[in-house]
């Protein structure tokens, strides 16, 4: 069969439509739900979280290692006896113990004891301070707050005359504050140097002083204990990671700090940058490329403005890259960015006018440079690489070098072949062919009848994209299998996919605020006494930008003429039949008879040679329209380029992930015999828009998911046939020609794919994969858990009058610490219950005496808990984490459910107790044999429930494990948040259905339970 496949990609989901255009037939419709491949609170890496608690373990087990070493090493020189009598010097309960900070002040004035010396050090060794694998890193780290806390403390030391860290702290806090940082401080994090010169120092006084403990020797292997620092990973290990050039799969890629990297991106800006006047599009000449290059090495950060400035450009020529223009309204200016080398520029900074001269003379020694500071993190190998490289002139620069990270899909001897090419002004493509290189991939591959999912991960790093680009993948290799090889395909990529999470966020702002400007207008529109329309609303929002005037006569519109279509139009200022330009940006509002008179010309081709046009033209600079309208306005050389070209620039979108999804299907897909030489084609959204909305289709995206098909059927019709055929149709009606239609793809289009899709089911793909930790990070006391309570602290700056309620209770069942309910509760009612403005100033806890004690920072409150991980043999108890899967079980027509954790996968052990609703786990019914296992259930299984009330089904997202139900989510809904929660206990049945890729439902039979054997490798957070 000879079809077209239609696909909307976006980053949760993907439509797909199957169309027969020869027979003007919609075979199938689809869409293929997922979750973005991010949090969906942060928009951080899925990785981030596991990221931070390995790291968390591996900071725990290497103290742990080395206060282990260091108790050794007081028992090996006899300064206490055994590990008994090491826990007993840190018993704070024992007579006679020590503060040991101030034990630390005191050991700069007199011997200290034994089991002193051993508290003084221990405490050390506990908390070393800040150091970076790189000297450098104290500059540019991220973290601020914390770089500026230890120079402070630094300089506190220095200045002040302080001997020791130790001191300076015990004198400078006040009595009863924290000496250590709390949750969000930094004002005690020390510079690890500060606190090695402290042990240094206290060494040397306990000898001077006559201690008979400190020897040299134990000075000695006290610091290598306590120095020991694992570095960053080696340079081999990071080079094992490094993956291969693109282009030349035996060369490593190069780093993306290389000068040559960075050259080579600076060519490729120059060479894409275009630009257009009066619709004419003009590239650089060499001459203009030289003075940008130049310029790019002078100063670190190029904008457009500077560019406009260097190269003399008129204002009146627009940057196609990025459609700016000398003074956009939209807020897309010049001052944006055009090309920074930033790393050249950094390395540059840091290093003597003399010394850079001597090596920017020399490309390679300084492409070797970036080189080594990207793969080498330690100063050793730094070290042996210059030596090697002669370039030891730069070892004594090594404290003051950057270091840089990050590679390029290229590697250095491809792009310097490439790099003469596009010096003469070829883009990469060109340039690559010229070079004799293969950029698009696909010489040298057999193209299969499934696309295989390799070159995405070789080529996407952006794991948002990878998953959206996976997904689409698996749609349709399984559209293949049922229908066979396409004809065509066509692409729409939405706006947000390649787009980092804050642009997305700041495209859902400007989403927001259209919708927010739609609906305050439709709200006048109604005061009118009229139901506002699409077209009504763009009416009114043009006559506000124009002053209430006609574009082209300047004639007042009053409002009620505005909305008569007999009296007022919409007129594309450049015709569409011979601009394709449908944008905002080329539309005005005009009286009919105006409109009536330009027909099919630009407004200087009507009135240009006329008196007229004086008039006409100074009205328009009067109206201080967008400078891009204004442009349009008064052009007075529009030229009608090729139609082809229009139907291209109209129909194709040219981003660079759209570029690479049309390479990828085409290079590695297998296409029917008959197919086109380009048979991928990426729709602009613009242009898919349109269509839908002249087609009379109606997208909701707050209804549910099924737009997406909707938008897939328009995709695959939107082929130059029938973009054609609408240059035909305004080219009529631009000539008063009012009989003509809009063209259709057939005459039933709309009614055929409304009745299709109707029976349509949303896919929506299984959550399966188990990762997570086991537990809530917060340990919280079981001490009341046989009551169903557990108590933990929190801070004062979320207490609330109804959290302080909570506070831990007495045997008799009140308050346990009445003086602090009543301070902090007299503090909230002052401050109106807003804890952030109630405690930001310190609060003491009243003493009997009338006096102050301790500052309060925080309470412990109690909560109803039944369930939890106990952690630290008993003694605490955290929330389960993740509930991965529900396991189902019946017995006597009754239904059980088992809710499995990722902490009972972590201990390998099924759990085998089944919710009683209302009752804590302990009261839970036990499974044994006499139950049927019929099957578990994971997040977006399918779900048909039989009750005495009807019939329920749905994808299901969770389950209530204080209620035994289960929330299921319709097919068709595209909030998360749209649930049906329902109890099974007593449902008449229960079925599981499997749903694949294309949206097929088939009944689950005969599952067996699966035990722990398949996540034998699982490993939590």
């Known amino acids: ?156 030391l220095r200045t002040k005359n302080y001997r020791t860290i130790g001191e300076m702290i015990f004198m400078e806090t006040p009595e009863n504050s924290n000496k250590r940082n709390k949750v969000d401080e930094y004002i005690h994090t020390i510079a690890r140097e500060d ?53 030349l799969k035996e060369e490593l890629r190069a780093p993306t700090s290389c000068y040559t990297s960075e050259y080579f991106g600076l060519l490729q800006s120059i060479n894409n940058l275009v630009l257009v006047e009066d619709n004419n599009t003009l ?75 001597k090596l920017h003379s020399n490309k390679e020694s300084l492409d070797n440079l970036f080189y080594c500071l990207t793969v080498y993190k330690n100063d050793n190998e730094i070290k042996d690489y210059l030596q090697a490289n002669n370039l030891d002139y730069l070892i004594e620069y090594i404290a003051k070098l950057p270091t840089f990270n990050k590679f390029k899909h290229l590697s250095l001897v491809a792009m310097k072949r490439i790099i003469p090419f596009m010096e003469k002004g070829y883009k990469y493509s060109d340039a690559c062919n010229m070079a004799e290189l293969d950029f698009t991939g696909s010489s040298k591959l057999e193209k299969c009848n499934k696309l295989t ?15 959206a680009l996976t997904q689409a993948r698996k749609v349709i290799n399984a559209i293949i299998q049922k229908y066979g090889l396409p004809y065509m395909v066509n692409i729409e990529l939405a706006r947000e996919a390649g787009m980092t999470r804050q642009d997305r966020d700041n495209l859902k702002k400007e989403h927001e605020n259209n919708r927010k400007a739609r609906e305050k207008i439709s709200d006048l529109i109604r005061q009118n006494g009229r139901v506002a329309s699409g077209l009504d609303i763009l009416k009114w929002r043009l006559w506000e930008d124009q002053g209430g005037r006609c574009a082209y006569s300047g ?21 569409y039949s011979r601009s394709m330009d449908d944008s905002y940006m080329n539309k005005v509002l005009v009286l009919t008879d105006e409109n009536q008179n330009k027909r099919s010309y630009t407004p200087y081709e009507v009135w240009g040679s006329t008196e007229k046009w004086e008039d006409f033209e100074a009205r328009i600079y009067s109206m201080h329209l967008p400078q891009s309208k204004e442009k349009r306005l008064l052009n007075r050389n529009f030229i009608t380029k090729d139609l082809d070209s229009f139907i291209s ?83 009529e009606r631009e000539n008063h020609n009012y009989k003509v239609k809009y063209p259709l793809p057939w005459h039933s289009f709309r009614q055929d794919l409304m009745e299709t899709l109707a029976g349509v089911f949303i896919s929506r793909a299984p959550r ?126 009754k239904y059980y ?30 499974i044994d044999s006499t139950h049927e296992f019929l099957f578990s259930l994971y997040q977006n299984d399918y779900l048909v429930i039989k009750t005495k009330k009807g019939i329920t089904e749905g994808y299901y997202r969770s389950c209530h494990r204080g209620t035994g139900s289960l929330s299921l989510m319709p097919h068709f809904a595209n909030n998360k948040n749209v649930k049906i929660d329902i109890g099974v206990r007593t449902a008449i049945s229960i079925e599981k259905y499997n749903v694949d890729i294309l949206g097929n439902k088939s009944i689950v039979k005969g599952e067996p339970r699966r035990g722990m054997e398949k996540y034998n490798s699982f490993k939590s957070n």
């Open 1 to 156: 069969m000879k079809y077209t496949l239609g696909l909307d990609v976006g980053i949760a989901s993907v439509g797909w439509a199957v169309i027969d255009k020869d027979n003007n037939k919609i075979i199938d419709l689809g869409v293929r739900c997922f979750d973005k491949a991010e949090e969906s609170k942060t928009g951080e890496s899925l990785a981030t979280a596991r990221r931070i608690a390995r790291g968390m373990r591996r900071r725990i087990s290497r103290r742990s290692q080395r206060l282990r070493l260091v108790k050794k090493l007081f028992v090996q020189y006899e300064i206490i006896k055994d590990s008994s009598e090491f826990n007993r010097i840190f018993d704070t309960s024992r007579d006679g113990w020590k503060d040991p900070w101030e034990l630390r002040y005191n050991a700069l004035s007199r011997i200290l004891k034994p089991y002193e010396l051993v508290q003084v050090l221990t405490h050390i060794t506990k908390r070393r301070g800040f150091k970076s694998n790189r000297k450098e890193d104290l500059s540019t780290t991220k973290e601020g707050v914390v770089i500026t806390s230890i120079k402070n403390n630094s300089e506190m």
């Open 195 to 247: 606190l090695l010169n402290e042990i240094k120092y206290i060494f040397s006084i306990q000898r001077k002083l006559g201690s008979p403990f400190v020897t040299e020797k134990l000075e000695h292997d006290f610091l290598n204990i306590w120095e020991f620092q694992r570095p960053f990973a080696s340079g081999d290990s990071i080079l094992s990671k490094v993956g291969k050039c693109t282009l």
């Open 283 to 357: 590239t650089l000449n060499n001459d203009q490329r030289a003075k940008i290059i130049e310029y790019a090495h002078f100063k670190n950060e190029i904008k457009y403005s500077e560019i406009r400035k260097l190269l003399d450009i008129e204002p009146e020529i627009l940057f196609k890259a990025h459609n700016l223009t000398h003074k956009n309204p939209s807020g897309n200016n010049e001052s944006k960015k055009f090309y920074e080398m930033k790393s050249y520029h950094k390395l540059k900074s840091t290093l003597p006018t003399d010394i850079w001269g």
């Open 453 to 467: 999912v390799e070159p995405i991960i070789e080529n996407v790093t952006n794991p948002v994209v990878i998953r």
């Open 555 to 575: 004639k007042p519109i009053p409002v009620c003429d505005l909305l008569n279509d007999s009296l007022t139009q919409i007129d594309h200022i450049y015709p």
């Open 649 to 731: 620039r109209n129909l194709n979108d040219t981003r660079y992930i759209s570029r690479f999804l049309k390479n990828y299907i085409e290079s590695y897909l297998q296409f029917s015999n008959d197919s086109p030489k380009s048979c991928v084609v990426c729709v602009n959204g613009q242009c898919t828009a349109q269509l839908r909305s002249r087609w009379g289709l109606n997208k909701n995206r707050e209804e549910s998911d099924l737009h997406h098909a909707l938008d897939a059927a328009v995709i695959a019709c939107a082929d130059r046939k029938i973009i054609k055929e609408i240059t035909n149709y305004y080219n």
């Open 768 to 893: 399966r994969k188990i990762t997570g930790p086991a537990h809530d990070e917060t340990i919280r006391s079981p001490k009341h858990f046989n009551k169903g309570l557990t108590s933990v602290k929190i801070p004062l700056t979320t207490v609330t009058l109804e959290k302080l309620e909570t506070m831990v209770k007495n045997t008799k069942g009140g308050i346990s610490d009445k003086a602090v309910y009543n301070v902090l509760k007299n503090r909230l009612i002052e401050h109106n219950n807003k804890p952030l403005k109630a405690f930001a100033e310190k609060i003491y806890k009243p003493l009997k005496n009338g006096t102050n004690g301790a500052i309060i920072r925080s309470i412990r409150v109690e909560t109803p808990s039944y369930t939890g991980v106990f952690r630290n043999e008993g003694k605490g108890i955290s929330d389960n984490s993740l509930m991965v899967r529900v396991d189902v079980f019946k017995k006597k027509d």
């Open 897 to 926: 459910l088992v809710p499995i954790y990722v902490a009972h996968m972590i201990k390998k052990e099924l759990p085998s107790k089944a919710i009683v609703p209302l009752k804590p786990e302990s009261q839970w019914e036990l």
